[in-house]
């Protein structure tokens, strides 16, 4: 491209700036070649005009070239600045500061470069789930990063089995020793010790130990390290770290004796001046840091936040660590106490300032003497003087103060220019030189090979050689040599070596002499031109110790100090040096011993072949650089001085790397990702094609002309620095035309809608105003015909109005006038009918006191002559009374009493007949009364005058008149009072009702907000305590899980340990239950009857064995019954049990005393037997009824039902036999058992007096278990006192209904009473007859049922006996079976004697599902069962059978009550358990497999222990089969932790296959098609970095994925896993799939964009749908997917306004506010269309999330594991129909 075309307008440049380095601008109008003027516009649109001096490339350097060109916004931040298109310093100054300011990134690739940025502030991406996230993962895929260095440096060693160094680099405060720390740290994680040796602890425990040593506090950082090291760990076969050394490398020890101005010395003298006070530390004699002269030339000794005591102790703890002994410590300790002490040495001089002496009561010499262990005497003479020795003669020499205070000094490395440069900045620089020069070279040559790699023409890529700066140094004649000639010769001085260098390199390229200097000269270095003081250069090379102090040491009573100056052999290099287990720390620097005492190495000789070494073992490894850089010299965090970053970048070779990598072809892509990336920029016809590379070529051969820009690889493109973003150019274009495209047709057709709009609203706007204006008009009408309705029905009601008013006065005058002779008539009409009444009642009272009279005396006759009569019938009576023939005579005796009725109601009649007759003649006589009393009125009324009426009526009507007006004024008077009270209380009313409604509005409000508030808070309450109960919960089934996971890795080492051991077996007891007591019994309150058909105690098979077999026989009958009733207590037993629990349930809350309970119950008991006597009586009653009646019926019925009676009373007495047995048997069955439980209490207490707790336990129980039975009698009771009662009703009735017939038959003719009574007698006889028919019926069935019962057990006992054999191997004897006849009062503690006994010897009957085999057969049932057992033997069976099997096994062991058997097969059956799964630990198959059935025989246990918890689902059948002797809790408890251990197992086995395919199926793969967009990847991205190449690189998409869910909980499913177990893996998988997809999101930034976040919702989706498909909502797995859920929608939400922030927080929920701002940070836009989130945006999300109280961690905890909970899951299959094939070789298990 040419240059009119790169310069045109709106195109940005760079521009040199003299603050901040380059400055930002864009070109205002194209430019021109040729032009002398380049106008553009800086940031601040301020206008300038940039002078060109010609034409000139973009990439020159000179200082009228064209500026450089800037890079579009879409390359802005990446991680690897060799991505970038442009090339050049601002481009990479910009990245840079962009990454550290804006999204603060620290670290960032430049090719093969780490570039570190130091942030002053501490953070959160160096912890453990931060090395798990990088662990195992390409360099390119993840963010830039320390470990990411390392895991590269890792890989490379385990796959090229070659030797690795990580070079860090840098100046002083930079870094340099965090990062080599956190790379240490690092390896010692992930290749940490197979052994327990904790050597990669050692490793890291170097650390403080260098650091107190070797760093001190400068200028320019607190904790600088003042000397390079070079630290070499070793790796066994398996990439564990085996040990380490450290070596170090120019010491810079002139800082013992001199320190700048605000600089301290080495951390360790502080150290011990701190600790001084310590009894530990008195023998050293040391006092505070200010006053030694060598701590205190700084002038501050104190670091800001550093407690040096503290770090003390963490140095001891260091050494502990590393092995060094507490003596060897404190020799150490001896030796630096002793420098400062030499530091405090007076020196004086003497007059002649010649020479100089030490007083002799120097107390410092006394305690550097002490402390070393030398000569006092000698050490003060040879301070002071020094020996020469010549060719002839030896002498003494005196030495000057001056000399004896002369500092010596060698520095570390790193690139330095300061104002004044001296030696030491000249072996730093030289040492850089080195590096740098081979730092080149392997740049040169990794671009070497990536062009052979891909078989691009090779053409020489030319870049800086620093081989002639080298040579200047280091060659013969350099300037090292000439400097140790000039050290040899006697009177050598500074100023002759001077001017021999300036003989010698004048004519050097890379040498100047200054121009106003005779004493300096000037070195151009790769970085910069640096000028050299050459004033004490001679004096620091020689570096002098003379040999008589050296001798004093070496003579020293302290071998520690003897052997520091003793002659060693070189060093071996370290590519053939092998490491040992222990930590070495020791100097690189070889010190042979020198032939001759005058020709000792100078600094210079020593330092050139330390620094050969040192390139010697880098040039044997493979280098990673990392190139630290310091931000600002304020250590100010995050700000970022861009001069002096890019002073730190030319110096250390970052520039150089970007240069050398522009020089070729920077830019390459894969076929693949060109091909998505601009597959815009190609003709559909191209697209048809099939073959991705021709596409690829062809359309680049359209786009460039020009074929050296690019270069087509075998996987990849190669491009010359600026195509890609002219490419980049190309495609926007391309965007932004099809976006015009696209807006104009989307503008038409919103135009187009827009106008079909308007004109469909004025259509509705006319079609509404016309129908409204014609509305309008029909009102009119309408109005117009209502008010001449109105004023026709006005004018007809004013018309009738008047008319009614003349009306009602015309009527009223009538109505007063007709009512004033209406009450003159009804006047007179009174006065007659008083005078009647009168009348009326005189005559009355005078017939009635006649009638009264006459009744009087007829009753009086009547009385006596009756008296008469029944004084002869009572006579008559009492004689037929005496008389036997007064029953016979009965029902003559009943028709004189119906003919005396007759009689007395003939009398009665007659009587009637009088009294009417008297009635008719009164009624005659008042008649006549009242007839005549008429005529007197019409009379009286004929008298009367009419004058006297008309006055009256004239008087009348004015009364009237006055009441009526007076009657109008009141009226009125009351309507206007009335009017205005009731609207004052209206109004009244009103206000109150108005206060009222606002009264009650407002308690409504306040009720229903208080009720709110109310729900609320105990909504929230309640929320709070389950989710506090549910996390402590939680938390404290992870504690124990993370115990057993614990447990299982200590296990596992030690089983690594010791291999050649046999495994140790578990040995858990378990407690055995009395033989004679049912496992159901053994944790119920209350007794119980064993379920068994025989018993099974020692005792009685003794007693039966004492009493021979005839004297224990007894009736078979019986012995049927009783196990009959036997079964029947045990229901009932459980009945009552259950009504028990209903019972004690509600009365819990009362606890009457005892004495009101007895006496209740002995009112009940007394009420009970009265009803009972009761009952007794009426039922005799009935039958002495019965017989009567029977009496009186023929003789032929009489026969049937005295057969019919006799029927049911013989029934009667057999239902009451049957109750006497019944009541007979439980009383003696509860005797035994109580008499059993006192013995069995009696013995304990005999044998253990601290049993007494429980003996009153027992008591209690008892108790218990009698209350129970007597509230059950009480209830018993209850109801049969409420039948007795409903049948007392139902007799009364019947009596009364036959005292109704009774009385009915004897008011009928004799005749038909008799016919009657028959009547009567057939129908109830026939209903009885019926009903005992009935009833012999049901007895009959029972009978026969009985019967057919008896010939089955009769039929089995015949078989027991014919198979009696002694020599059967099956048998298996029978306990007795005893009943009690009768069991003593005083029978206190004995069992009751055995009145009859028997014993029935039992064949091999029906499976009863148990499994028995042979004791040597153990070994070969696990083995088959356990050991070599195999998942697909058992796919077509039961789920879990190996589970069955073993219960049933244990079962038959706990039948024959064999403790040690079942003991020792579940320990067996457990320990082969743990050795499959350690063999197949990777195997998810087998580890589902056993999960499935450990859990299973865990079941099994559970649900046939006989705990009534877990029987609650047992089948009648199931509960037969529960265990009888043993509790095996404490094994339950053990298999538990295996199942635990298990399950941690499968997690650890599936999340292992899921890790390779989580990130590339969520976040990779191309769910949607066409989505995701591609950006150019730089340097890290090219096959050298990753394990594969581009074309074979393995990649999953999320089918994979789910299809290997799928696969998982197929196969759980398939074993019988129960499902929510099944929930918990799917739930704990998907946790992981989160975890690990939110982690490489947040340290990813190539992934952060709209796409990514489109392709994560897709994905997301599928997962969820898959859940939905398996039934698996509910196990909670979806909410594990919420963080990735936030994270996507966070990339897919708008980022700009207040409104976005605050949606944001509100969404992202499940997100810390770490990472939400790391994802906004690292969001990038994939085109020029989307905009980038600025930093104001993100500090407002930080200001609004500043109050969430998030964890600090950055990373989700991928190692996270939910606690596991394994629910109770019963088995609906009952052991005894279990198959076992055949195939698995089971035969020597017999059935039982």
């Keep these: 491209m040419s240059v009119n075309e790169l310069f045109t307008k709106y195109t940005r440049v760079w521009i040199p700036d003299p603050d901040d380095v380059w400055r930002a601008a864009e070109i205002t109008s194209d430019y021109s070649e040729g032009q002398p003027v380049l106008h553009l516009r800086l940031d601040d649109e301020t206008a300038l005009d940039y002078p060109i001096g010609g034409g000139g490339g973009g990439g020159a350097n000179k200082a009228k070239a064209l500026p450089f060109l800037r890079n579009p916004d879409i390359l802005v931040g990446e991680n690897d600045l060799t991505a970038l298109s442009y090339l050049h310093e601002p481009a990479v100054l910009h990245n840079l500061r962009v990454r550290f300011l804006e999204s603060n990134n620290i670290y960032t690739y430049c090719g093969i470069v780490l570039v570190a940025i130091n942030p002053y502030e501490q953070l959160s991406i160096y912890g453990e789930e931060v090395i798990t996230a990088y662990s195992g993962q390409n360099m390119g895929d993840m963010d830039p990063h320390i470990f990411a260095v390392a895991e590269e440096a890792y890989k490379q060693m385990a796959r090229d089995q070659r030797n690795q160094s990580i070079i860090v680099s840098g100046e002083s405060g930079a870094g340099k020793t965090v990062s080599a720390k956190y790379a240490m740290r690092y390896f010692a994680t992930v290749g940490g010790s197979f052994n327990d040796t904790n050597v990669e602890e050692k490793v890291l425990a170097s650390s403080p130990i260098m650091e107190a040593i070797g760093n001190a506090k400068t200028t320019r950082n607190d904790n600088s390290s003042r000397f390079g090291k070079y630290i070499q760990i070793g790796f066994d076969q398996r990439f564990h770290i085996i040990g380490a050394n450290m070596r170090t490398y120019l010491l810079e020890k002139s800082r013992v004796v001199f320190q700048a101005e605000e600089e301290r010395n080495y951390h360790i003298f502080y150290q011990l001046c701190a600790s001084a006070s310590l009894p530990e530390y008195t023998d050293l004699a040391l006092m505070s840091a200010e006053d030694f002269s060598y701590t205190s030339l700084g002038e501050n000794i104190f670091i800001e936040g550093v407690n040096d005591a503290e770090d003390l102790e963490k140095t001891k703890e260091a050494f502990s660590l590393l092995g060094v002994k507490d003596a060897s410590q404190a020799q150490i300790f001896r030796i630096m106490g002793s420098i400062l002490h030499l530091g405090n040495v007076e020196i004086c001089s003497e007059r002649d300032g010649e020479s100089c002496r030490i007083p002799s009561d120097s107390l410092h010499l006394q305690h550097f003497c002490r402390l070393l262990g030398v000569e006092l005497k000698q050490m003060e003479h040879w301070l002071c003087h020094r020996k020469l020795v010549t060719t002839s003669e030896t002498y003494v020499k005196n030495m000057s103060s001056n000399q004896v205070r002369l500092p010596r000094t060698c520095p570390p490395i790193r690139f330095e220019t300061f104002e004044v440069n001296s030696f030491e900045q000249f072996c730093i620089n030289y040492a850089n030189e080195k590096l740098q020069q081979q730092f080149n070279s392997h740049v040169f040559k990794l671009e070497q090979e990536e062009y052979m790699k891909e078989q691009i023409p090779w053409t020489l890529i030319d870049f800086y050689d620093n081989q002639p700066c080298i040579d200047l140094i280091e060659a013969r004649l350099g300037i090292l040599d000439l400097l140790d000639e000039e050290c040899k010769v006697p009177k050598g001085t500074d100023r002759n070596w001077a001017q021999k260098l300036y003989a010698q390199h004048g004519a050097s390229a890379h040498f100047q002499k200054p121009r106003m200097s005779n004493q300096a000269f000037i070195i151009i270095h790769f970085a910069d031109k640096v000028e050299y003081q050459c004033d004490g250069f001679l004096e620091k090379n020689r570096d002098t110790v003379y040999e008589e102090q050296i001798n004093i040491l070496k003579a020293s009573k302290f071998q520690m100090v003897a052997d520091l100056f003793q002659d060693k052999q070189p060093v071996v290099t370290g590519s053939s040096s092998k490491p040992s287990s222990r930590v070495n720390v020791r100097a690189a620097k070889p010190t042979p011993k020198t032939p001759n005492k005058d020709h000792r190495k100078t600094v210079g000789l020593q330092f050139r072949s330390s620094l050969h070494l040192l390139m010697e073992t880098l040039n044997a490894t493979t280098p990673h650089y990392v190139r630290c850089i310091k931000p600002n010299d304020v250590k100010e965090s995050f700000m970022f001085d861009s001069r002096r970053a890019v002073q730190q970048l030319r110096a250390c070779g970052v520039l150089e790397t970007i240069r050398i990598s522009a020089a070729g072809y920077p830019s390459r892509w894969t076929y693949a990702e060109f091909f998505s990336r601009y597959r815009v920029l190609m003709r559909k016809s191209d697209l048809s094609v099939g073959d991705k590379k021709l596409v690829c070529k062809t359309l680049l051969e359209t786009l460039v002309k020009d074929p050296d820009k690019y270069q087509f690889g075998r996987s990849k493109i190669f491009f010359r620095a600026g195509q890609v973003a002219y490419l980049e150019k190309l495609r926007a274009d391309r965007f932004r035309h099809a976006c015009i495209r696209i807006q104009t047709a989307v503008r038409g057709w919103l135009s187009?809608?827009?106008?079909?709009?308007?004109?469909?609203?004025?259509?509705?706007?006319?079609?509404?105003?016309?129908?409204?204006?014609?509305?309008?008009?029909?009102?009119?009408?309408?109005?117009?015909?209502?008010?001449?309705?109105?004023?026709?029905?006005?004018?007809?009601?004013?018309?009738?109005?008047?008319?009614?008013?003349?009306?009602?006065?015309?009527?009223?005058?009538?109505?007063?006038?007709?009512?004033?002779?209406?009450?003159?008539?009804?006047?007179?009409?009174?006065?007659?009918?008083?005078?009647?009444?009168?009348?009326?009642?005189?005559?009355?009272?005078?017939?009635?006191?006649?009638?009264?009279?006459?009744?009087?005396?007829?009753?009086?006759?009547?009385?006596?002559?009756?008296?008469?009569?029944?004084?002869?019938?009572?006579?008559?009576?009492?004689?037929?009374?005496?008389?036997?023939?007064?029953?016979?005579?009965?029902?003559?005796?009943?028709?004189?009493?119906?003919?005396?009725?007759?009689?007395?109601?003939?009398?009665?009649?007659?009587?009637?007949?009088?009294?009417?007759?008297?009635?008719?003649?009164?009624?005659?006589?008042?008649?006549?009364?009242?007839?005549?009393?008429?005529?007197?009125?019409?009379?009286?009324?004929?008298?009367?005058?009419?004058?006297?009426?008309?006055?009256?009526?004239?008087?009348?009507?004015?009364?009237?008149?006055?009441?009526?007006?007076?009657?109008?004024?009141?009226?009125?008077?009351?309507?206007?009072?009335?009017?205005?009270?009731?609207?004052?209380?209206?109004?009244?009313?009103?206000?109150?009702?108005?206060?009222?409604?606002?009264?009650?509005?407002?308690?409504?409000?306040?009720?229903?907000?208080?009720?709110?508030?109310?729900?609320?808070?105990?909504?929230?309450?309640?929320?709070?305590?389950?989710?506090?109960?549910?996390?402590?919960?939680?938390?404290?089934?992870?504690?124990?899980?993370?115990?057993?996971?614990?447990?299982?890795?200590?296990?596992?080492?030690?089983?690594?340990?010791?291999?050649?051991?046999?495994?140790?077996?578990?040995?858990?007891?378990?407690?055995?239950?009395?033989?004679?007591?049912?496992?159901?019994?053994?944790?119920?309150?209350?007794?119980?009857?064993?379920?068994?058909?025989?018993?099974?105690?020692?005792?009685?098979?003794?007693?039966?064995?004492?009493?021979?077999?005839?004297?224990?026989?007894?009736?078979?009958?019986?012995?049927?019954?009783?196990?009959?009733?036997?079964?029947?207590?045990?229901?009932?037993?459980?009945?009552?049990?259950?009504?028990?629990?209903?019972?004690?349930?509600?009365?819990?809350?009362?606890?009457?005393?005892?004495?009101?309970?007895?006496?209740?119950?002995?009112?009940?008991?007394?009420?009970?037997?009265?009803?009972?006597?009761?009952?007794?009586?009426?039922?005799?009653?009935?039958?002495?009824?019965?017989?009567?009646?029977?009496?009186?019926?023929?003789?032929?019925?009489?026969?049937?039902?005295?057969?019919?009676?006799?029927?049911?009373?013989?029934?009667?007495?057999?239902?009451?036999?049957?109750?006497?047995?019944?009541?007979?048997?439980?009383?003696?069955?509860?005797?035994?058992?109580?008499?059993?439980?006192?013995?069995?209490?009696?013995?304990?207490?005999?044998?253990?007096?601290?049993?007494?707790?429980?003996?009153?336990?027992?008591?209690?129980?008892?108790?218990?278990?009698?209350?129970?039975?007597?509230?059950?009698?009480?209830?018993?009771?209850?109801?049969?006192?409420?039948?007795?009662?409903?049948?007392?009703?139902?007799?009364?009735?019947?009596?009364?209904?036959?005292?109704?017939?009774?009385?009915?038959?004897?008011?009928?003719?004799?005749?038909?009473?008799?016919?009657?009574?028959?009547?009567?007698?057939?129908?109830?006889?026939?209903?009885?007859?019926?009903?005992?028919?009935?009833?012999?019926?049901?007895?009959?069935?029972?009978?026969?049922?009985?019967?057919?019962?008896?010939?089955?057990?009769?039929?089995?006992?015949?078989?027991?006996?014919?198979?009696?054999?002694?020599?059967?191997?099956?048998?298996?004897?029978?306990?007795?079976?005893?009943?009690?006849?009768?069991?003593?009062?005083?029978?206190?503690?004995?069992?009751?004697?055995?009145?009859?006994?028997?014993?029935?010897?039992?064949?091999?009957?029906?499976?009863?599902?148990?499994?028995?085999?042979?004791?040597?057969?153990?070994?070969?049932?696990?083995?088959?069962?356990?050991?070599?057992?195999?998942?697909?033997?058992?796919?077509?069976?039961?789920?879990?059978?190996?589970?069955?099997?073993?219960?049933?096994?244990?079962?038959?062991?706990?039948?024959?009550?064999?403790?040690?058997?079942?003991?020792?097969?579940?320990?067996?059956?457990?320990?082969?358990?743990?050795?499959?799964?350690?063999?197949?630990?990777?195997?998810?198959?087998?580890?589902?497999?056993?999960?499935?059935?450990?859990?299973?025989?865990?079941?099994?246990?559970?649900?046939?222990?006989?705990?009534?918890?877990?029987?609650?689902?047992?089948?009648?059948?199931?509960?037969?089969?529960?265990?009888?002797?043993?509790?095996?809790?404490?094994?339950?408890?053990?298999?538990?932790?295996?199942?635990?251990?298990?399950?941690?197992?499968?997690?650890?086995?599936?999340?292992?296959?899921?890790?390779?395919?989580?990130?590339?199926?969520?976040?990779?793969?191309?769910?949607?098609?066409?989505?995701?967009?591609?950006?150019?990847?730089?340097?890290?991205?090219?096959?050298?970095?990753?394990?594969?190449?581009?074309?074979?690189?393995?990649?999953?998409?999320?089918?994979?994925?789910?299809?290997?869910?799928?696969?998982?909980?197929?196969?759980?499913?398939?074993?019988?896993?129960?499902?929510?177990?099944?929930?918990?893996?799917?739930?704990?998988?998907?946790?992981?799939?989160?975890?690990?997809?939110?982690?490489?999101?947040?340290?990813?930034?190539?992934?952060?964009?709209?796409?990514?976040?489109?392709?994560?919702?897709?994905?997301?989706?599928?997962?969820?749908?898959?859940?939905?498909?398996?039934?698996?909502?509910?196990?909670?797995?979806?909410?594990?997917?919420?963080?990735?859920?936030?994270?996507?929608?966070?990339?897919?939400?708008?980022?700009?306004?207040?409104?976005?922030?605050?949606?944001?927080?509100?969404?992202?929920?499940?997100?810390?506010?770490?990472?939400?701002?790391?994802?906004?940070?690292?969001?990038?836009?994939?085109?020029?269309?989307?905009?980038?989130?600025?930093?104001?945006?993100?500090?407002?999300?930080?200001?609004?999330?500043?109050?969430?109280?998030?964890?600090?961690?950055?990373?989700?905890?991928?190692?996270?594991?939910?606690?596991?909970?394994?629910?109770?899951?019963?088995?609906?299959?009952?052991?005894?129909?279990?198959?076992?094939?055949?195939?698995?070789?089971?035969?020597?298990?017999?059935?039982?």
Excluded at 1033 to 1043: C, I, K, P, S
Excluded at 1129 to 1143: A, G, I, M, P, Y
Excluded at 1666 to 1679: D, I, P, T, Y
Excluded at 1686 to 1694: D, E, G, R
């Design 752 to 1792: 187009r809608a827009r106008y079909r709009k308007i004109y469909k609203t004025a259509v509705t706007l006319q079609r509404y105003g016309r129908g409204y204006l014609a509305r309008r008009y029909a009102e009119y009408l309408r109005q117009t015909r209502a008010a001449v309705v109105c004023q026709k029905n006005y004018r007809m009601a004013r018309d009738r109005r008047a008319y009614l008013r003349v009306r009602r006065a015309v009527v009223t005058m009538q109505a007063f006038t007709r009512g004033m002779y209406t009450r003159r008539i009804y006047q007179e009409f009174l006065l007659h009918h008083k005078a009647l009444l009168i009348q009326k009642t005189v005559r009355g009272w005078l017939a009635r006191r006649r009638y009264v009279c006459a009744r009087r005396a007829a009753v009086t006759l009547q009385c006596a002559w009756r008296s008469v009569l029944a004084r002869r019938r009572y006579k008559l009576l009492r004689i037929e009374a005496r008389s036997a023939s007064h029953l016979k005579k009965l029902n003559t005796g009943m028709e004189n009493k119906i003919v005396q009725l007759q009689r007395k109601m003939d009398e009665q009649s007659k009587d009637y007949k009088s009294q009417n007759e008297q009635l008719s003649t009164a009624n005659v006589a008042l008649g006549g009364e009242v007839a005549k009393l008429q005529k007197d009125l019409e009379v009286s009324r004929g008298r009367q005058t009419d004058a006297a009426q008309l006055s009256d009526l004239q008087g009348e009507l004015e009364r009237l008149r006055a009441e009526l007006a007076e009657a109008r004024q009141a009226r009125c008077r009351l309507e206007e009072e009335h009017a205005r009270h009731k609207g004052a209380w209206q109004q009244r009313v009103e206000e109150l009702e108005k206060e009222n409604a606002e009264l009650r509005t407002e308690k409504d409000e306040m009720t229903r907000l208080h009720q709110t508030r109310t729900a609320e808070a105990q909504q929230r309450a309640a929320s709070q305590r389950e989710a506090s109960l549910t996390s402590e919960l939680d938390q404290e089934r992870q504690r124990y899980q993370n115990l057993l996971k614990e447990f299982s890795r200590l296990e596992q080492r030690y089983d690594n340990l010791q291999e050649d051991m046999s495994l140790n077996k578990f040995h858990p007891g378990h407690r055995r239950n009395p033989s004679n007591q049912s496992s159901l019994e053994s944790d119920s309150n209350y007794p119980s009857v064993s379920t068994s058909e025989v018993g099974d105690t020692e005792d009685a098979i003794q007693l039966t064995e004492d009493m021979g077999v005839e004297k224990a026989a007894m009736d078979l009958g019986l012995f049927m019954k009783l196990q009959k009733r036997v079964r029947e207590l045990e229901q009932e037993r459980r009945r009552l049990q259950s009504s028990l629990e209903v019972r004690s349930a509600k009365d819990e809350s009362r606890s009457p005393a005892s004495e009101e309970e007895s006496a209740d119950e002995a009112y009940n008991t007394f009420k009970i037997q009265e009803v009972e006597s009761e009952n007794k009586r009426l039922r005799n009653d009935l039958n002495e009824l019965r017989r009567s009646l029977a009496d009186q019926a023929s003789n032929e019925l009489q026969d049937g039902y005295s057969l019919l009676l006799a029927q049911l009373k013989s029934a009667n007495e057999e239902l009451d036999a049957r109750k006497e047995e019944v009541l007979i048997l439980r009383t003696q069955i509860v005797c035994n058992n109580n008499n059993e439980r006192t013995e069995g209490s009696a013995v304990r207490v005999l044998k253990d007096e601290d049993k007494s707790i429980q003996d009153y336990n027992g008591l209690c129980e008892s108790k218990k278990a009698l209350e129970a039975k007597l509230q059950t009698h009480l209830r018993n009771h209850g109801d049969e006192l409420e039948a007795l009662q409903s049948q007392i009703e139902m007799l009364k009735d019947d009596l009364e209904k036959k005292a109704e017939l009774l009385s009915y038959a004897t008011s009928l003719s004799p005749e038909a009473q008799v016919e009657y009574c028959i009547a009567n007698e057939i129908t109830r006889l026939t209903n009885d007859n019926l009903d005992l028919k009935e009833m012999v019926e049901k007895l009959e069935k029972n009978e026969r049922k009985l019967k057919k019962q008896l010939r089955i057990y009769m039929k089995k006992v015949q078989e027991l006996e014919v198979s009696h054999h002694p020599h059967h191997h099956h048998q298996q004897q029978q306990p007795a079976v005893s009943a009690s006849g009768a069991v003593s009062a005083s029978g206190a503690r004995g069992r009751a004697e055995l009145s009859r006994q028997v014993t029935l010897q039992r064949k091999e009957k029906d499976f009863e599902g148990m499994l028995e085999y042979g004791k040597d057969d153990e070994a070969l049932l696990v083995k088959t069962l356990v050991t070599d057992i195999r998942s697909s033997s058992v796919q077509a069976t039961v789920p879990c059978l190996p589970a069955y099997i073993l219960f049933m096994v244990i079962r038959h062991a706990d039948y024959i009550n064999d403790d040690h058997k079942v003991e020792s097969l579940l320990t067996s059956t457990i320990n082969a358990i743990k050795k499959v799964l350690k063999k197949n630990s990777d195997d998810f198959e087998m580890t589902s497999f056993w999960l499935a059935n450990t859990s299973r025989l865990l079941h099994c246990l559970k649900q046939y222990s006989g705990d009534e918890v877990f029987m609650t689902q047992n089948t009648a059948k199931q509960n037969e089969h529960c265990l009888k002797n043993f509790d095996l809790a404490e094994y339950r408890q053990v298999l538990s932790d295996l199942s635990i251990q298990i399950y941690q197992q499968l997690i650890r086995v599936a999340e292992s296959v899921l890790q390779p395919m989580i990130v590339s199926a969520m976040l990779e793969s191309d769910s949607i098609p066409s989505l995701a967009g591609v950006k150019p990847m730089g340097y890290r991205n090219r096959s050298s970095s990753l394990d594969t190449d581009a074309d074979g690189a393995s990649s999953y998409t999320l089918p994979a994925l789910i299809r290997q869910i799928a696969q998982f909980h197929g196969t759980m499913a398939e074993h019988g896993l129960d499902p929510e177990i099944i929930s918990q893996v799917i739930r704990q998988l998907f946790h992981s799939i989160n975890a690990v997809t939110l982690n490489n999101l947040l340290l990813r930034k190539d992934v952060c964009s709209w796409s990514t976040g489109m392709q994560l919702r897709y994905n997301v989706s599928q997962m969820e749908e898959w859940l939905r498909g398996n039934n698996l909502q509910m196990s909670k797995a979806a909410e594990t997917l919420e963080s990735i859920i936030q994270a996507a929608q966070l990339l897919q939400v708008k980022k700009k306004t207040s409104a976005d922030a605050e949606n944001i927080c509100s969404l992202c929920t499940s997100l810390t506010m770490q990472q939400i701002v790391k994802i906004l940070n690292l969001y990038t836009p994939l085109n020029e269309f989307e905009e980038r989130v600025t930093v104001s945006f993100i500090r407002n999300i930080q200001n609004r999330l500043q109050d969430r109280n998030d964890p600090p961690q950055l990373l989700m905890d991928t190692k996270h594991t939910f606690p596991v909970l394994f629910p109770y899951t019963p088995s609906a299959l009952s052991l005894d129909t279990l198959h076992i094939p055949a195939s698995l070789g089971l035969d020597f298990l017999i059935r039982v």
